[in-house]
């Protein structure tokens, strides 16, 4: 997917974006074939071209959107909502800072 110094850091770690998005691929068809459905099937379903949805089973790049339609053919919504949804911190300094984030309403005055 990238290129030169990223591809070399991203190396370094045991998750990258096209591994994520390789494991997120072979989720769905695992569901698909739990419910015995065929790619046609699905991509019936979901809306999303079967051209479209091979191509994300063998290189986990699809659109957002078509992602968001297989998760609703799948009943798999949920997943979606719980996306970015929870804070994770490193430290307890994280979390007092995060509570004083929440009482503050709005910004300072200038003036």
């Known amino acids: 997917m990238g290129n030169g110094i990223n591809d070399n850091i ?3 770690i045991s998750k990258t974006p096209d591994s994520l ?8 068809k695992l569901r698909r074939l739990e419910k015995g459905w065929t790619q046609n099937m699905l991509a019936a379903k979901s809306g999303v071209s079967l051209a479209s949805y091979r191509r994300f089973e063998s290189s986990g790049e699809m659109s957002l959107r078509s992602l968001v339609m ?8 949920d997943e979606f909502e719980a996306l970015f949804n929870s804070k994770t911190y490193q430290s307890i300094d994280d ?3 995060a509570g004083q984030l929440k009482q503050r309403k709005r910004g300072s005055r200038n003036g």
């Not at 998005?21 to 769905?28: F, P, Q, S, Y």
């Open 10 to 12: 991203l190396s370094l």
């Open 95 to 97: 979390i007092l800072r």
């Open 70 to 77: 297989l998760a609703f053919a799948l009943d798999m919504t």
């Open 21 to 28: 998005m390789l494991g997120i691929a072979e989720r769905v």
